[in-house]
């Protein structure tokens, strides 16, 4: 049986970026796309009626059409589509249940990140709540290559399930680096040692051939770098990876790169790929 990809819309521009993504990934690997659309005000409503005469006129509308231009692009593809009268969160979560779907490719924010059904909050909803996993798209055009990885890591077994779920749904790994924070009070030899033990048994574990690691500590009297996603955020940076792989007990790190740093002032965008593996 064909695997599927769902991928929600709410016809923005950012969303768009997902599908593409999606669908180049699709044609690819041979999989199908669910697109899917949950209705809101703005998505039942023309600019100029006052009330709706047909209350999913213009999102069905909508959806055809993206349907139709992704299928300009994509002319091989399989796609179905759905709208959907459930709140985004629930709606995806019932899906994941659903052993058609394979994985879910998103947006990180829908048209405004100040006013949008998929920002933030609701990403993280969905990927901590999504029985399949979740992958999350940044707000720009991204090339659905990537073959060198970045897997934030707390030695954890559940980690090697991310990176195999990873290599199953999207391709091999050419390249790994592995990158662990650590704060004040941990003799750095210690978790160098750690690191380098955990980058062998993966290395043994799987078929990548390369495997990096980085081990970043925080020093409390750096004002510049105070907080662990302040310090990982700039190790991705200068790896600068393909994808980042996120793995259960890491969300909560992922959750605060969405919000503004408290130190600096500054938001933290999602600038790469970010593979969630399921609960």
Not at 127 to 138: C, D, F, G, R, W
Request: glycine share 2%; hydrophobic share 40%.
């Amino acid at each position: 049986m064909k695997m599927t990809i769902i991928v929600p819309t709410d016809f923005s521009l950012n969303a768009r970026y997902a599908a593409e993504y999606a669908c180049e990934l699709a044609n690819a690997k041979d999989y199908s796309i669910h697109l899917l659309h949950c209705y809101t005000s703005a998505s039942v409503l023309d600019d100029d009626d006052q009330e709706p005469v047909e209350p999913t006129l213009k999102a069905d509308e909508l959806i055809q059409e993206l349907k139709d231009e992704l299928m300009d692009l994509f002319p091989n593809l399989s796609i179905t589509l759905e709208c959907s009268r459930s709140l985004i969160v629930e709606k995806l979560t019932e899906l994941s249940h659903n052993n058609d779907y394979g994985i879910i490719i998103m947006g990180a924010s829908g048209e405004s990140q100040h006013k949008s059904v998929y920002y933030g909050s609701t990403t993280l909803a969905v990927a901590s709540k999504s029985e399949i996993p979740v992958l999350v798209i940044p707000n720009e055009p991204t090339k659905a290559t990537a073959k060198q990885i970045a897997l934030l890591t707390n030695f954890k077994p559940e980690e090697l399930d991310t990176l195999k779920a990873y290599m199953k749904w999207i391709g091999e790994v050419d390249s790994l680096t592995l990158i662990h924070v650590f704060k004040d009070g941990q003799k750095q030899q210690n978790v160098e040692d750690t690191l380098n033990t955990w980058s062998f048994n993966i290395r043994e574990m799987s078929s990548i051939g390369e495997v990096h690691s980085i081990a970043e500590q925080i020093h409390a009297e750096d004002d510049n770098l105070d907080t662990v996603p302040e310090v990982v955020y700039n190790v991705i940076s200068k790896v600068n990876p393909d994808m980042i792989l996120v793995t259960p007990s890491r969300k909560t790190f992922f959750e605060r790169l969405f919000k503004p740093s408290v130190s600096k002032a500054i938001a933290l965008e999602l600038s790469k790929p970010a593979f969630f593996e399921k609960v």
